[in-house]
């Protein structure tokens, strides 16, 4: 299917889904959703520019190295199946707590955001760092904020792809 040029808005049914990348960093096949999306925002970070001076301080030459895209998702409560995924936990049974080892992860995860308006953009990256870290405010009780940079899987694989609901 060719793609379609679009002005339909990706506002609707939005799912943010993570799932553990394939062989040589390739896209996962399974993805499970991270729950109830409060906010979750995109960010763009430049590359690191390098300037080629001469003796007289005359900028010759200039490279600016590819930026990263970083996506930011703030989700609902503090749940077992999401700080097993980005910190190292331990479930004490007898007394029904959550023992927290430690609050980071060296594993990289496959993202997927989805959504249901028809001709919208969805969003993939088959190899993300992450990183996790708790939140209170008296309005909204606790949340998960979660920060995925999207990094090169390497073996000249694409680091994301743009496609469209059916």
Do not use: H
Request: aromatic letters at 8%; hydrophobic letters at 35%.
């Amino acid at each position: 299917m060719a793609w379609k040029e679009t002005t339909a808005t990706a506002w609707n049914g939005i799912e943010f889904q993570v799932g553990t990348p394939g062989a040589n960093n390739a896209m996962a096949t399974s993805f499970a959703s991270i729950g109830r999306i409060k906010e979750m925002s995109l960010e763009t970070e430049e590359g690191d520019k390098k300037e080629w001076k001469d003796i007289n301080g005359d900028v010759v030459d200039e490279l600016t190295q590819e930026g990263k895209l970083i996506w930011n998702v703030t989700v609902k409560n503090l749940n077992k199946s999401n700080l097993e995924k980005f910190w190292d936990i331990e479930e004490d049974g007898p007394t029904s707590t959550l023992k927290i080892k430690k609050m980071s992860t060296s594993k990289k995860y496959s993202v997927k955001i989805i959504n249901t308006v028809q001709n919208a953009e969805v969003f993939s990256a088959a190899y993300c760092s992450v990183t996790a870290k708790p939140t209170f405010g008296q309005d909204d009780g606790y949340l998960l904020e979660i920060k995925f940079t999207v990094l090169d899987p390497g073996n000249g694989k694409e680091k994301a792809v743009i496609g469209q609901t059916a």
